[in-house]
């Protein structure tokens, strides 16, 4: 029998900042505007029904030889201006995408070494439109916890190469686009406690049509990602409210206290709804950046953020309720200081 | 809780409506078709089927929305479904 000496050393470990706070914020939109009547080419539909149904007036589409890691690399040199930081001062790189076309190998060590943040921790998340705000959660839970000091966090998607433009239910919803953090340390709270979960009993209502291995064996079209929209409408405007609430709740802030509501931009209609079960005031700004924007999964929270912080609609430094949901299900909320 | 009558059904339903759609309760009467006459649209059908959902303690898949065209077919589902 093995034993264990009785004075072995105990381990030593990390301690981090007491706290950490968003430091700048960068996104990168592609040039091409796309408009519901281009849509329409490929579905019966309309620029009225996408309108009322969505709030969606253009969303951009990425250029064919653009990739994920391009736009990501964008953003990200983006937060790294808007913070005043250089990548050298990164230490984690961590990509928020459901579309990086390479099962293998992620994006994030990729975008690591273009923007020059050379031999930093680098991996990817798969938690869909909540991506950013796990990403914003893991980087301050790294931040606080000794293992990083500077983490970049990118949430980007190409959904373009993942839509079927003949599927009446999602083809006008997605678009592309890239947007990005920096979490660093701070002498007092920046980011509040995410309230975070999944319900893997729905994992269908949002997925790709087909696994890899199906496309491989079968005789398959390409894998899009489909949607039941009706149901996914029906949870983000029941689940979604309370999980709002309580990252408010436990970051101890009232919704008067509130400068900006940015929830993910799924759909005008989850906003609409999502804003009147939380009783806004109407000082609350409310990130509508979808209209232009379209629904980009993972980048959509840190596009709307850097437009409402470009366009004066929300103050720097002011407190802003952020929330991500969508394929999974999952989703992740917290209060932050916007930079 | 104590089962309601179609009438208090019928004025909560009221309250829902105008709340997601700004109509007047008072036009929010049996006969009168969600679609053609109130002109709500399936998502705001949804929202209000949510809230009455919470406001009626009662369950309202998502099969049986389709099936709720007029204010009395919502009244009667929500009458018979409460127990
Ligand atoms: C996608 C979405 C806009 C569809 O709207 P919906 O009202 O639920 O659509 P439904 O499938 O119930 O169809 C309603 C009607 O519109 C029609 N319709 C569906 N898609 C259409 C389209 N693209 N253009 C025109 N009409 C359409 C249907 O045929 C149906 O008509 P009918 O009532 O005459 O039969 C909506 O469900 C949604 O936004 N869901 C959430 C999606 C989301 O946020 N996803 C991302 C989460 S990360």
Redesign the interface.
Known sequence: MTTIPQQRRTLTTTTGAAYSRIWGVGGYRPERVVTNEEICEHIDSSDQWIRERSGIITRRFAAADETVVDMAAAAANEALRSAGLTASQISTVIVATVTHPYQTPGAAPIVAERIGANAAVAFDISAACAGYCHGIALANDMVRGGSAEFVLVIGVEKLSDFTDKTDRGSAFIFGDGAGASIVGPADVPGIGPTVWGSDGSKWKTISQRNSWIEVRDGDIDWPAITMEGPEVFRWAVTAMAPIAQAALDQAGIKAEDLDAFIPHQANMRIIDALVKKLKLPDHVAVARDIAETGNTSAASIPLATQRMLDSGEAPHGGLALQIGFGAGLVYAAQVVVLP | MATLTEQTILEGLAEIVN?ETGLDTASVQFDKSFTDDLDI???SM??I??NAEEKFGVRIP?DE?KNLKTVRDAVSFIAGAQV
């Open positions: 709340e649209d399936s998502l949804m929202t089927v949510v998502d929305v």
